[in-house]
């Protein structure tokens, strides 16, 4: 059985800051939270960040550099997503996305998404 917790959303004014957390278990194999994505009402889900494994890589959209920061603690299985200078056009529902990994194969899951809303 496979889980994603996400939290962190909610209602904040441009210019203001929100945390996203996304916590991953699974019962059997191992399972990495890779990054986030996000969709806006009308629009395809798109990339905000990635982050390797060890947490040593990043890669960011262009839309979101230097405003959002990922960042993981694998000791909780958590990967973070730190939203600073937040734009009305950041409004969407943010999904984490995680990959579980067998002996054989890789299995892609998404959160449950949780909704960021940028409103004065």
């Known amino acids: 059985q496979v889980q994603l917790v996400e939290s962190g959303g909610g209602l904040v004014q441009p210019g203001g800051s929100l945390r996203l957390s996304c916590t991953a278990s699974?019962?059997?194999?191992?399972?990495?939270?890779k990054g986030w994505y996000r969709q806006a009402p009308g629009k395809q889900r798109e990339l905000v960040a990635t982050?390797?494994?060890?947490?040593?890589?990043?890669n960011y959209a262009d839309s979101v550099k230097g405003r959002f920061t990922i960042s993981r603690d694998n000791a909780e299985n958590t990967v973070y997503l730190q939203m600073n200078s937040l734009k009305f056009e950041d409004t969407a529902v943010y999904y984490c996305?995680?990959?579980?990994?067998?002996?054989?194969?890789?299995?892609?899951?998404w959160g449950q998404g949780t909704q960021v809303t940028v409103a004065s």
């Open positions: 699974a019962t059997i194999f191992s399972i990495y939270v």
């Open positions: 982050i390797n494994s060890g947490g040593g890589s990043t």
């Open positions: 996305n995680a990959e579980l990994i067998t002996p054989t194969t890789r299995f892609n899951y």
